[in-house]
């Protein structure tokens, strides 16, 4: 196998038997996972070689990108449960405990940046007002 296309399958990896429901669907499943590998490749291939870039940093890019999205997203969402839900927020020790997070990193994991960007994407403002020490964007 070429070193792209077996980044393609560690990044598209088949599904485990017993894992698809229904399992007739098992095929069709991994048929899916090799077109995505195609796919995969064929983008790996192209992005290196016109950016001249080994295709697993580009890889790695890539999922780093991903990951800051995400974390972006987790902020949001535990400003969200802490802000606005409700007229109570949700608990530290549960989001916490979903979001992988310390009780202590969820109180500190968002910031007035993400409590404006919540704001402006749901259209109303937190049900209860920060504190004037409230720690400042990130």
């Known amino acids: 196998m070429h070193p792209i296309e077996e980044l393609a399958a560690l990044r598209n990896p ?3 038997p017993g894992t ?19 796919k995969d490749a064929l983008h790996l ?9 080994d295709p697993l940093l580009l890889a790695l890019d890539d999922l780093k ?15 969200w449960g802490r802000e ?10 549960e989001l916490a405990h979903r979001a992988g997070y310390s009780v202590s990193g969820v109180r ?13 994407q749901i259209g109303r403002e937190p049900n209860r007002p920060r504190r004037d020490g409230a720690k400042g964007g990130r």
């Open 45 to 53: 291939e192209a992005a290196s070689d016109d950016l001249r870039v």
């Open 20 to 38: 698809v429901t229904p399992e007739d669907c098992y095929a069709d499943a991994c048929e899916q996972v090799a077109e995505q590998r195609k």
């Open 108 to 120: 500190t994991a968002y910031s007035e940046t993400e409590i404006r960007q919540v704001a402006a």
């Open 84 to 93: 606005f839900h409700g007229g109570r927020p949700y608990g530290l020790e």
């Open 65 to 79: 990108t991903q990951k800051e999205a995400v974390d972006a997203e987790i902020r949001r969402l535990l400003a």
């Open 14 to 16: 088949l599904p485990e």
